[in-house]
């Protein structure tokens, strides 16, 4: 599978935003999607992910409140929307599918394919 993200860009503290990760192919349904990100200096840390048919989510603690992520698999496509940004949430935001039913998908070594990421940077 082939995944595309897009949405990104420069925004003001406060303002919200969503996310798109587009994914190629039939399977789509069949995986678990995640979403990370690495802040400038920091190595890339887990944001949420979403199962396949249940739509049941899980979130860093950070995350929790002002992030939203959400799945439609018959359009492919994954979401993450974010509320009253803040400096802090500046960063590459990437998606991920994992092929694994099972695991702990907090872990980037769970997931087996990657978008290329888009840039969120937030204005203060």
């Known amino acids: 599978v082939q995944l595309q993200a897009s949405g990104g860009g420069l925004v003001q503290a406060g303002d919200s935003l969503t996310l798109s990760c587009a994914a190629s192919?039939?399977?789509?349904?069949?995986?678990?999607m995640g979403w990370f990100r690495r802040a400038p200096g920091k190595e890339r840390e887990f944001v949420a992910h979403?199962?396949?048919?249940?739509?049941?989510?899980s979130y860093a603690d950070f995350a929790k409140g002002r992030f939203t992520v959400s799945r439609d698999n018959a359009k492919n496509t994954m979401y993450l929307q974010i509320v009253n940004l803040k400096p802090e949430d500046t960063a590459v935001y990437y998606c991920a599918a994992s092929v694994y039913e099972w695991g702990n998908f907090e872990r980037v070594n769970q997931y087996s394919y990657w978008g290329q990421g888009t840039l969120v940077t937030v204005s203060s």
């Open positions: 192919g039939r399977t789509f349904s069949t995986y678990v």
């Open positions: 979403i199962r396949q048919s249940s739509g049941r989510t």
